[in-house]
C-alpha cells in the first residue's frame, strides 16, 4: 500500500470488516447518496482520505450555484455493523493507481473481507416499479453470500465501468469483491432516484443486519411520487406513455426522448419555484 496516497485521522480496528463504495455522480445519483445516507444514518466517524492531488487536477473542480465542489475521497467507519464506506468522485487520472490503492487499503491496511460497489443502471422501468437488484461478482465464494439478496446476476458488455474494473483488481488479489446495479427509470438517470437509493440503502441494511431509519428517504420518495402524479394529470401524453410502461410495452427512441424531457422540464420548474 503506499502511505504517501492516504491521510489518516484516526485508525480504528477494521478487520472483517466490508468496504462499500460510493461514487458521486453516478445514474440517478444511487451510488454516492446511498454512501451518503448509510454514513449519516449510521453516524459513521470519518477516519480517512484519499490525498487528491495525483487524481483530481484543477480541472476536476466543478462549480455549483456559484461553488466550487472539489474533489473528495474520504473513509467512513461504523463499529455497529462493522462497515467501511468510502464515499469519493471517480478519478479523473492514474486511474489504476487509485483503484489499486483502494484494494490494497482494504487487504492490508484494513484487513477486510470484501468491498462491494453500488450503482445505478437506467431501465426501461417506471418509476411505480421495484426496483431490481442486479449482483457482478468476482469469485464464486461472495456470489454464495449475496445471491439471495439480489433479482439475478449480470455480465457486463462494453467499456470497463469504474466498478467493474475495481472489482477485476480486487479478483487478482484474492479480495471478494461484488457489484450491486439497482435499477433506476431511464428518464430518472439524471436525478436523485430516491427509491433506488431506498432499495440500495434497504439492501445493505440486510446484508449486514441493521435497520436504519428511512423515514428521510420515505419523505423524499413521497415529494418524487407526488412531482411525476402531477406530471401525469397534467400532460395526457406522458400519462400515456407512462402507462403503457407499466403495461410492459418498451417505447422507442422517440417516446424515450419525449418522456425524459418532460420530466426533466418538470424538475427544473420544481427546482425553479424552490
Not at 170 to 198: C, M
Not at 256 to 271: G, Y
Request: with cysteine; proline share 4%.
Amino acid at each position: 500500500m503506499n502511505p504517501d496516497m492516504f491521510r489518516f485521522t484516526s485508525r480504528p480496528q477494521t478487520e472483517k470488516s466490508s468496504l462499500v463504495i460510493g461514487w458521486t455522480r453516478d445514474t440517478g445519483n444511487v451510488s454516492g447518496g446511498t454512501a451518503e445516507y448509510v454514513v449519516d444514518a449510521s453516524d459513521a466517524d470519518s477516519f480517512c482520505q484519499i490525498e487528491p492531488a495525483d487524481f483530481f487536477p484543477v480541472g476536476g473542480v466543478t462549480v455549483e450555484d456559484d461553488i466550487a465542489q472539489f474533489p473528495e475521497s474520504r473513509f467512513f467507519y461504523d463499529q455497529t455493523s462493522n462497515l467501511v464506506i468510502l464515499r469519493t468522485d471517480e478519478p479523473q487520472s492514474h486511474r489504476y493507481d487509485f483503484l489499486n490503492g483502494i484494494v490494497d487499503f482494504a487487504r492490508n491496511y484494513g484487513k477486510m473481507e470484501a468491498l462491494y460497489t453500488i450503482n445505478g443502471i437506467a431501465s426501461l422501468i417506471p418509476h411505480t416499479a421495484d426496483r431490481r437488484v442486479l449482483g457482478v461478482f468476482n469469485d464464486p465464494v461472495i456470489q454464495r453470500r449475496v445471491q439471495s439478496f439480489v433479482a439475478a446476476g449480470m455480465t457486463w458488455q462494453g467499456a470497463p465501468h469504474t466498478s467493474t474494473y475495481l472489482l477485476w483488481l480486487a479478483g487478482n488479489k484474492r479480495l471478494h469483491g461484488a457489484g450491486l446495479w439497482i435499477e433506476v427509470p431511464f428518464y430518472l438517470v439524471d436525478y436523485e432516484d430516491f427509491w433506488s437509493i431506498k432499495a440500495a440503502v434497504s439492501l445493505l441494511g440486510a446484508m449486514f443486519g441493521q435497520n436504519w431509519d428511512l423515514a428521510e428517504l420515505d419523505r423524499l420518495i413521497a415529494e418524487e411520487d407526488e412531482l411525476l402524479a402531477e406530471l401525469r394529470e397534467d400532460d395526457r401524453d406522458i400519462d400515456m406513455k407512462i402507462r403503457n410502461l407499466e403495461l410492459g410495452e418498451m417505447p422507442g427512441r422517440q417516446e424515450q426522448l419525449e418522456l425524459t424531457e418532460a420530466v426533466r422540464d418538470a424538475l427544473k420548474q420544481r427546482q425553479g419555484q424552490g
